[in-house]
C-alpha cells in the first residue's frame, strides 16, 4: 500500500529555516516525480514544487524560488523540502505529493502538515 | 501562468442532485486538466485526470468533459460523501495550477 507521511513542521519565526519530510512507503521515491503541494489556512491549493525521478530536474513555484529547495534520500526512500527565508504568507499545511507516472497528476498525497511562520 | 477560474464558488444542493461545476482556464490547457475532491482536514482525491478519465476507484457517478479552456465535472446524483470542495488542475504548463475552488454544500 503507498503511503506518504510527512514530518518536521512547526512554528518558526519570520527569516528562519524549516526542513520537511516526507517518508514514503509501499514504492520507491526514485521510480515518481514527487511533489509539494500547499495550502494556506483557508485558501486552496498551491502548487509548490517538483522534483524529477531522474533527480536532475526541478521546478519551483516563482513564490518559492530562491528559497526553498527540493531533494530526496534515496536510502531512506525521503522525499524533502528545505524552506529558508521564511514569510508569514509561507503558512500553511504542507502535502507532498506523488505523480502517476502513467498520467502525470498528484495520485497520492501524504496527510499534511503544518507550518506557521510567525512575525 | 494559467489562471484557472472556478464556477460556482458555492453549490447548494440536496442529496440526490445533480452537480454542475465549471473551470475556465486563462489559455488552452488542452486536455490536461484534473479534478480533486477535498473534505475538510483531508488531502485531496484525485477523481478525474485528462479532463474526462475517472481515475481508479472513483464511482460512475462522477464524470468530466472538455478541453482547451472550458471544462466541467458533473456529479450526477448527489451522495452525501460527496459534498466537499474541488479543485481543477491543469498541468499543461509551469506552473502546475489549481482553481480556487468550488464547495458543494447541503441545501
Known amino acids: 500500500e503507498v503511503q506518504l507521511v510527512e514530518s518536521g513542521g512547526g512554528l518558526v519565526q519570520a527569516g528562519g529555516s524549516l526542513r520537511l519530510s516526507c517518508a514514503a512507503s509501499g514504492f520507491s521515491v526514485s521510480n515518481n516525480h514527487m511533489n509539494w503541494v500547499r495550502q494556506a489556512p483557508g485558501k486552496g491549493l498551491e502548487w509548490v514544487s517538483i522534483?524529477?525521478?531522474?533527480?536532475?530536474?526541478?521546478h519551483y513555484a516563482d513564490s518559492v524560488k530562491g528559497r526553498f529547495a527540493i531533494s530526496r534520500d534515496n536510502s531512506q526512500n525521503t522525499l524533502y523540502l528545505q524552506m529558508n527565508s521564511l514569510r508569514p504568507e509561507d503558512t500553511a499545511v504542507y502535502y507532498c505529493a506523488r505523480d502517476d507516472m502513467a498520467t502525470f497528476y498528484f495520485d497520492y498525497w501524504g496527510q499534511g502538515i503544518l507550518v506557521t511562520v510567525s512575525s | 501562468e494559467i489562471v484557472l477560474t472556478q464556477s460556482p464558488a458555492t453549490l447548494s444542493l440536496s442529496p440526490g442532485e445533480s452537480a454542475t461545476l465549471s473551470c475556465r482556464a486563462s489559455?488552452?490547457?488542452?486536455?490536461?486538466l484534473a479534478w480533486y475532491q477535498q473534505k475538510p482536514g483531508r488531502a485531496p482525491r484525485l477523481l478525474i485526470y485528462?479532463?474526462?478519465n475517472r481515475a481508479t476507484g472513483i464511482p460512475a457517478r462522477f464524470s468530466g468533459s472538455g478541453s482547451g479552456t472550458d471544462f466541467t465535472l458533473t456529479i450526477s446524483s448527489l451522495e452525501p460523501e460527496d459534498f466537499a470542495v474541488y479543485y481543477c488542475q491543469q498541468r499543461s504548463a509551469w506552473p502546475r495550477t489549481f482553481g480556487q475552488g468550488t464547495k458543494v454544500e447541503i441545501k
Open positions: 485528462d479532463a474526462s
Open positions: 522534483l524529477y525521478k531522474n533527480a536532475g530536474t526541478t
Open positions: 489559455q488552452s490547457v488542452s486536455r490536461f
